[in-house]
Each structure stands twice: as structure tokens, then as C-alpha cells.
């Protein structure tokens, strides 16, 4: 099975509910397939967790979902809108179907109670039936999944290393096998080392259990290696979606290219590293045209006006990018930077 | 709530796209945000009502409190809106005339305990060492103090022992409890990092606990001001009910003296009684609901979720934690619940 798994479909979200809202999302578009890892990634603010949180209805107060779809596909084969879902159907879907790596991992463990006891909470809450014996055995199951031996069960959150305590987090996420992980920055308070092994550890786990990920960072090294596709947004859009090689190899829109600019290949000749100039543009008071104009060494007049949307280049490959440059209607006399055509 | 950590990632202002002082920016708070809160606007209409009832109360109330009549012990009639008592006296008259004594006290005992308290209890928490454990020493003894009998004590011994002096020593023995909690907020933030920076950049001490500490307190010396005033308006009451300040000095104390003395509950003269104890629930539910406002107020995290509250219950939205609203344009509110289908 290939098929998609998630749907998002012109997903729009606004902070706030007065007379005049910050529109965060403002018409995104992504689809996760079965058994993919998708990647997310851009700078701080640009709206990444806000689209893995709103995608779940998961979004605190003051957000607000203004418009959109998320089709989730599940094991049944039935499509089902997410923001449709009434209150109990949405609770029985999270954790079955959909699971989130929260950013805070290291601390959303209950510190009082035995890390075994928080394994089998959600357990318990969606398979009322299970008898205490079997919630132990699968508690311990999980916790051999993730590399913990069975005897941590009765141990204390304090008394497991971040990293432990980030894996017992991904085994709670895993416990009743959903076909979708959310997965927010679940490595940034870990050392580079554990986060290589949690991430090869997902991964492997991934090709057992089938399950599709959306891992969320502002790492882009990290994701050139163990996502299949990128998407890489700014300011609350998706401008650039590929493969992850054609990401890394042949960014196409100038933002990803500054992006990829801004960290040091570990393979390869060595290159100056570059930053993107100018900050992010504010939500509240975006400008008529492409968001990215203030700050793109290639803005033209038409990126002042137009806003460009996501769709394949004109060179017809199968990715898709929002930018002029790469629109049908480029005029003539504009010189198509050569890094971007490679 | 495990999703706290999706703050609300606006990117700041870049000053290259500022609209100039023209237009409006957006997010500014608006003027006399207090006003608009429904709960404080209770409280100050009440409060209000009051405040002039004190100021203008021997000149509106109907007839001297103290003047006796043929009409002994009448249910609330056209003549004696709130009847009268066993000497012909008007208890609606008594009721204006005793405002101001309870809001003098009250106010004056309030500003006296808070002021000690807010001195004590952030000078004991931002110097630390020796001055913080005397300082802290002297509020625990004025903690187990028995407020209510020392100030029986000391009423009893002052020949005149009015309102005023009752305020101060209710001031004098009611500032501990706020002080320890001073203390307390104050010790956690004096290690705070912008704290530390204001140290690091040379700042006065002086300077470091009005600007940078005082306002992160504002919340709990509001709720603590509000919640001396109430004591001490029962403190006052209680006096004067019990019979240890003058009789002759009208409260709304005096009047429950007067009903209590003369078995206003088994003579079911309910008029006598029922008015003063309405007034101090009411003038206690007043300064409750400013405290709710002021708490709005100063924190700008409860003042935009207070407001966005407002805003939502008008489009008929209900936010909640974990159930993201979905509002579609054009189209009324998704309320997804259980009883839908």
C-alpha cells in the first residue's frame, strides 16, 4: 500500500479571534504516503508545529482552525475528515491513528509516576478490555522496541537519561500502533550522538511497523538523511516540496537554497557558508506579493505583487515550488540564477 | 497541557517593513481595557455606589440615625423604606450614615497592611542573609498573633478607640501574610535572568525592585489589598457588633449591635438586620470582582485570553484544550460535540 495516509488540504489556522487575527497557515497543502518519512522544516516561527498541532485539532487556544482539510486514510480504508470528527470520534483516532512526539519530550513524563504505569495509561484508556497482565507485557514489549531493557518498567522518569526518557516517549507514542507519527523536534535537547541513534532507531523501526512519519526540525542536515521528501516552509506556507535529494542537491526555491546554504556539507569540497539575510517577515502585516521578496536576491517586480503558489517548475519535474523564477510566464529578460537550475 | 510548548511563533517587526506612525499598528492594546471587562465593571459600579453613599451619606439619608419616633420597630413602609427600630429610629438612614465608617476603615486598614507588607515582604526577599531571616522573624511572630482579640485589647483601652484607630491597628497586626507571600514571589524573582541582567548593567537596587520586580507582583499585592480591605471591614463589623467600639459611632456594625441587643431575629424584624449583612456581602463581592479584573489586568497572558474569550463567546465559539475550534468563513461556527450525530 502506497496510497495516502494524510491529506492536508489548504489547511489555514489564525492565532488569535479578534477583529484582526495573525493568519499562521495560510493555505497549506501536504500529503503524507504510507510508510514515508516527510520532513518538515524552516526557521523559528515560520509555522511548522502549528501545522503539526492544528493538522491533529491539537492547537491550544488562542489558535484557530479558519479553513481546510485533513483526510486521514485508515487501516480500514475509510477517509475521514479530521476536522469533521465529533469530540469522541477524534479522541479514539488520536493515539490509534495518528501519535505526536511532543517537543517537550523530556518533560511530559508524570514525574511521580512509574514510567510502566504512563505506558499503559493510553493503553488502558483505548482497549478497556486488556487484563493487567497483558498491558505489563506490551508496556514491556514497547520498551524493548526502543532499546530500554524490560526491567525499566518500575523505574522513576528521574531515573532515565534524556535520551531514555526520549525513547520511552516514542514507545508511548507507538503503543497502539498508528499508521502516523508527529514527531516535533523530538531530538533538539539531545547530544548529537543520541539523536543519531533515536532517529536510526525510528527508522528502523519504521520499516517494521509500517507507520509514516512527519518529523518536524529546523535541522535541515538532519532531514537530508533520513527523509524520503522535504517541505520546507516560510511564513506559515510550503514553498519547496521534493524528494530529499532533490532538496539537498537542486533546491529550487531561493529560500530553500539559502537554508541549505547556511550549514557545512560533511562530505565534498568545502564552500563558504551563507546566511539568508534580513529576518522573518511579520505574520500580521504581510505584503501583497511572495513573503520571501524582502529577502530573495532574486525578488523581480512581478514577486512584489503576486503571490506566487505551489505547483510543479516549468521544467515539469515531479516536485513542486512557490516561485516566480520557476513559473511558466518567467520573463525573458530576467537571468535565471544558475544555483537554482542545477 | 503537553501542547503548551506551540507557542504563538510570530515573527518579531523587521524594521525594514515599518508602516510609519500613520497607521495603526495592530495588537495594540486598546484604551480603558479595564472597562471593558464585564466582571470589574460589576465590581466598580457596586464599589461606586457605595463611595458615594459614604461621601454624601449624612446629607441623602433620609432622616437623622439617630433621632427616635413614635413608629417603634415598623416594617419597611413609604416613610421607612427599610422599616425602623425598637426606638423609632430609620435603619435606612442608619445604613447611609454607617458607609462611610466601614469604607474609611476598610480602605485605611488596607493601604496600611499592604504598604507594610509590600516594604517588608520585598526587602526581606531581595536582600536576603541576615535582613531576610530578622525581617521573616518578625512577620511569623505578627503571623500567630490572634488578630481579632488584640484588637479587642487594644479597642478596650483607648477611651475613644474610633474608626481610624481600629484601621491602624488592623493594619499594624495584618500585613504578615501578605509579606510572606511577597517574600516568597520575590525570592524566586530575584534569581530570574532579566533580574540578574539589570544587576549585571549596574542598576540600583532602588531601581531593579520598583521596575523590574514590583510589577511582576502587582497580582498578588492587588489580591492581597483586597483581601485585607474585606478582613478588615469584618473586623470592624465584628467590633461593633460585639459592643467594644461606641455604640453611638453608626457602621453597619452598630446596626447588627442594635438587632442583636434587642432580638430583632426572634421578633422576625428581618429589616433590621438583613440590609447590613446584604451591604457587606455586597461591598466584599465588589472588591472580589475588581480583584478578578485587576488580575486580568496586569497579566497580559490572562488579559488576551480574557479578551479572546469575550470575543469568541460573541461568534458562539467554545476554545478548548485539545479540540482546536475549526470556524469556516462564511459559515457559522463547526461546534463538534457529542450530541451531533
Known amino acids: 500500500m502506497t496510497g495516502p495516509v494524510l491529506e492536508i488540504r489548504d489547511l489555514r489556522v489564525d492565532y488569535g479571534f479578534g477583529d484582526d487575527p495573525t493568519h499562521v497557515l495560510r493555505g497549506v497543502d501536504l500529503t503524507l504516503h504510507r510508510g514515508e518519512v516527510l520532513g518538515l522544516a524552516g526557521e523559528s516561527g515560520c509555522g511548522k508545529s502549528t501545522l503539526a498541532y492544528a493538522a491533529t485539532r491539537l492547537l491550544p487556544p488562542p489558535g484557530l482552525i479558519t479553513g481546510g482539510e485533513v483526510w486521514l486514510t485508515d487501516r480500514e480504508g475509510n477517509r475521514?475528515?479530521?476536522?469533521?470528527?465529533?469530540?469522541?470520534?477524534?479522541?479514539?483516532?488520536?493515539?490509534?491513528?495518528?501519535?505526536?512526539?511532543?517537543?517537550?519530550?523530556?518533560?511530559?513524563?508524570n514525574p511521580v509516576f512509574r514510567i510502566g504505569r504512563q505506558l499503559t495509561d493510553g493503553i488502558r484508556a483505548h482497549r478497556p478490555g486488556?487484563?493487567?497482565?497483558?498491558?505489563?507485557?506490551?508496556?514491556?514489549?514497547?520498551?524493548?522496541?526502543?532499546?530500554?531493557?524490560?526491567?525499566?518498567?518500575?523505574?522513576?522518569?528521574?531515573?532515565?537519561?534524556?535520551?531514555?526518557?526520549?525513547?520511552?516517549?516514542?514507545?508511548?507514542?507507538?503503543?497502539?500502533?498508528?499508521?502516523?507519527?508527529?514527531?516535533?523536534?523530538?531530538?533538539?535537547?539531545?547530544?548529537?550522538v543520541m539523536q543519531r541513534q533515536i532517529l536510526e532507531q525510528i527508522m528502523e523501526l519504521r520499516d517494521r511497523l509500517g507507520f509514516s512519519v512527519v518529523l518536524i526540525t529546523h535541522d535541515v542536515s538532519l532531514l537530508v538523511e533520513v527523509a524520503d521528501r522535504i517541505a520546507i516552509m516560510y511564513a506559515g506556507e510550503i514553498v519547496e516540496e521534493a524528494t530529499a535529494a532533490d532538496v539537498y542537491r537542486r533546491p529550487r526555491h531561493p529560500y530553500a537554497h539559502g537554508l541549505l546554504g547556511s550549514f557545512p556539507p560533511l562530505h565534498g569540497p568545502r564552500r563558504e557558508l551563507a546566511g539568508i539575510p534580513g529576518s522573518p517577515p511579520d505574520l500580521q502585516r504581510l505584503a501583497a506579493g511572495c513573503p520571501f521578496a524582502p529577502r530573495c536576491p532574486h525578488a523581480m517586480d512581478v514577486c512584489q505583487q503576486v503571490r506566487p503558489v505551489l505547483g510543479p517548475p516549468r521544467t515539469g519535474e515531479a516536485r513542486r515550488v512557490a516561485c516566480h523564477l520557476h513559473g511558466a510566464d518567467l520573463p525573458g529578460d530576467v537571468a535565471f540564477p544558475a544555483e537554482l537550475a542545477r | 497541557m503537553a501542547t503548551g510548548t506551540t507557542s504563538i511563533e510570530v515573527a518579531a517587526p523587521t524594521g525594514v517593513d515599518d508602516p510609519g506612525p500613520g497607521v495603526a499598528r495592530p495588537g495594540r492594546r486598546p484604551r480603558l481595557m479595564f472597562l471593558r471587562n464585564p466582571?470589574?465593571?460589576?465590581?466598580?459600579?457596586?464599589?461606586?455606589?457605595?463611595?458615594?453613599?459614604?461621601?454624601?451619606?449624612?446629607?441623602i439619608a433620609p432622616y437623622d440615625p439617630n433621632q427616635v419616633s413614635r413608629d417603634l420597630l415598623q416594617a419597611p413602609s413609604g416613610a421607612h423604606w427599610l422599616g425602623t427600630d425598637h426606638t423609632g429610629r430609620d435603619i435606612l438612614s442608619q445604613l447611609i450614615v454607617g458607609t462611610r465608617g466601614v469604607l474609611v476603615v476598610g480602605l485605611v486598614a488596607g493601604v496600611a497592611a499592604t504598604a507594610l507588607g509590600v516594604v517588608v515582604g520585598v526587602t526581606a526577599g531581595f536582600v536576603g542573609g541576615a535582613g531576610d531571616e530578622t525581617l521573616s522573624a518578625v512577620s511569623n511572630v505578627f503571623l500567630v498573633i490572634p488578630q481579632l482579640p488584640l484588637i479587642i485589647i487594644i479597642a478596650a483601652q483607648l477611651p475613644s478607640a474610633g474608626g481610624i484607630t481600629v484601621a491602624l491597628v488592623i493594619g499594624v497586626t495584618g500585613w504578615a501574610w501578605g509579606a510572606r507571600v511577597l517574600r516568597a514571589q520575590t525570592l524566586s524573582l530575584r534569581r530570574r535572568d532579566f533580574v540578574e541582567a539589570a544587576r549585571a548593567t549596574g542598576e540600583r537596587t532602588w531601581r531593579i525592585v520598583l521596575a523590574e520586580v514590583l510589577p511582576n507582583l502587582t497580582a498578588i499585592i492587588a489580591a492581597g489589598f483586597v483581601g485585607t480591605v474585606i478582613f478588615a471591614v469584618l473586623s470592624q463589623v465584628t467590633l461593633a457588633f460585639i459592643g467594644i467600639t461606641p455604640v453611638s459611632e453608626w457602621n453597619w456594625g452598630t446596626i447588627l449591635f442594635w438587632a442583636q441587643n434587642n432580638l430583632a431575629l426572634q421578633r422576625g424584624a428581618w429589616w433590621w438586620f438583613v440590609p447590613a449583612g446584604l451591604c457587606i456581602a455586597l461591598l466584599g463581592m465588589a472588591l472580589t470582582l475588581i480583584n478578578f479584573g485587576i488580575d486580568e489586568l496586569v497579566n497580559p497572558r490572562l488579559r488576551s485570553t480574557g479578551m479572546h474569550a469575550r470575543t469568541l463567546r460573541r461568534r458562539g465559539i467554545r476554545p478548548r484544550v485539545g479540540f482546536t475550534p475549526v470556524v469556516r468563513a462564511g459559515r457559522p461556527a463547526v461546534e463538534t460535540s457529542e450530541e451531533e450525530r
Open chain 2, 39 to 59: 466582571k470589574a465593571l460589576v465590581g466598580i459600579a457596586i464599589l461606586a455606589v457605595f463611595a458615594v453613599l459614604a461621601v454624601l451619606g449624612p446629607w
Open chain 1, 130 to 192: 486488556l487484563s493487567a497482565r497483558d498491558l505489563e507485557a506490551r508496556a514491556a514489549e514497547l520498551l524493548e522496541m526502543v532499546g530500554i531493557s524490560a526491567d525499566r518498567l518500575r523505574a522513576y522518569p528521574h531515573q532515565l537519561s534524556g535520551g531514555m526518557r526520549q525513547r520511552v516517549m516514542i514507545a508511548m507514542a507507538l503503543a497502539l500502533e498508528p499508521q502516523v507519527l508527529l514527531m516535533d523536534e523530538p531530538t533538539t535537547a539531545l547530544d548529537v
Open chain 1, 80 to 109: 475521514n475528515d479530521i476536522l469533521g470528527l465529533t469530540d469522541a470520534q477524534l479522541r479514539a483516532a488520536r493515539w490509534r491513528d495518528v501519535a505526536i512526539v511532543f517537543q517537550g519530550a523530556m518533560s511530559s513524563l
